[in-house]
């Protein structure tokens, strides 16, 4: 019985989300959908992007938070197109919502639409909001474990970006423990070892993120 | 519609979280459900609480995980009880799992069952198990905003433990505006700055911990 009707949830989240796509495709935005852990550096990853595409692509953003306004608040100073949804309480984002604010922005001048999903490293990776591709962040501090305990994000996701890598020397974290497991999930995803505060790494993803936008 | 379902399951799961309590209370066991982030500690507070207290009292361990049993497999060379539950790709553990896996435990010889929640900020803390209290961890490195950002758990906890403060010199972490967000919510909790793998400030946390089990 709940079975049933979780599986309406999704497939209704599923065909809006399937409705979502097919708008921005058509308005050539590409949505990318970014998850992680609370604090393992989605706000910092948005705000290197940010300073570095910024002059070069149209950047925008959706906010999801359950509560206040204050990663918004960090973005602010790039002067981009910025909406903040707040779940109150709920523990992701759904296709509905996103379909809701899409008319807040001008679609026609944007060029990449970055969702920073809620801080949780489980229940985003279960809906698609008609994004084109998932990243996901994971921190080292979070330890080494991470793919191997929360493999469906890692499924799902097209790159990962492994941040504060300059916290690895005070932690106990085994690069090649976090590797052999992201391997057995993912083999072929694109990894990028990065310190977001410190700015270590980032061009390999820049590169990477600015071929996805020509694509 | 749906708010009124998500009602029927919490008003389930709260009977028999009840009922679960009721049945502690009569053996004289304490159950504290520990709730974090993916990573912030949980096990190795759990570790250095089972090296401290274990001679003591009688220490048993729910541990709730999506997959695997990486955690409890840690928790072994203590010789304690130990129960895995893996959700299975469920973002929380629920009253009904609980009250399922006691019938494993010896429950006249234990003092206090500690269950390890699913590593997830937001939905465990809607979920009353049956336990004695919740226990807030967080970790430094997740940044000093998240008793803002995550209210509900850091309200809804007996006492918090701010785990990895050795990071801080390698991080942004303020610690006023931690303790700022965090008096807003709950301004009495008892906070325990801790750095579970270095030792650093257990003591108070064991002598807390301790009077609880003989209250």
Redesign the interface.
């Known amino acids: 019985m709940?079975i049933k009707?979780m599986k309406n949830?999704l497939d209704r989240n599923q065909n809006k989300a399937n409705e979502v796509r097919e708008l921005l495709r058509a308005k050539n935005v590409l949505m990318v959908n970014i998850i992680s852990?609370?604090?393992?550096g989605k706000t910092t990853l948005l705000e290197r992007t940010c300073e570095k595409l910024g002059k070069k692509f149209r950047i925008a953003v959706i906010e999801g938070?359950?509560?206040?306004d204050?990663d918004a608040q960090r973005l602010k100073k790039y002067n981009i197109p910025i909406v903040v949804i707040n779940t109150e309480?709920g523990?992701h984002l759904d296709s509905h919502s996103i379909s809701k604010v899409l008319g807040e922005f001008d679609l026609e001048n944007i060029d990449i639409l970055f969702i920073e999903n809620?801080?949780?490293?489980?229940?985003p990776s279960?809906f698609d909001l008609g994004e084109e591709f998932k990243i996901a962040v994971v921190?080292t501090?979070?330890?080494d474990?991470?793919p191997?305990?929360?493999?469906?994000l890692f499924r799902e996701a097209k790159a990962v970006l492994l941040n504060?890598t300059?916290?690895i020397p005070?932690?106990?974290f085994n690069f090649s423990t976090f590797k052999t497991d992201l391997d057995k999930i993912n083999a072929e995803i694109p990894l990028f070892e990065v310190s977001c505060?410190k700015g270590n790494g980032l061009e390999k993803w820049f590169e990477w993120i600015e071929k996805q936008i020509r694509i």
Do not use: M
């Open positions: 709940e009707i949830i852990s609370p604090g393992a938070d359950i509560t206040t204050r309480g523990c809620v801080g949780n490293l489980i229940c279960e921190s501090a979070e330890g474990d991470k191997g305990k929360y493999p469906l504060k300059d916290l005070y932690t106990n505060t």
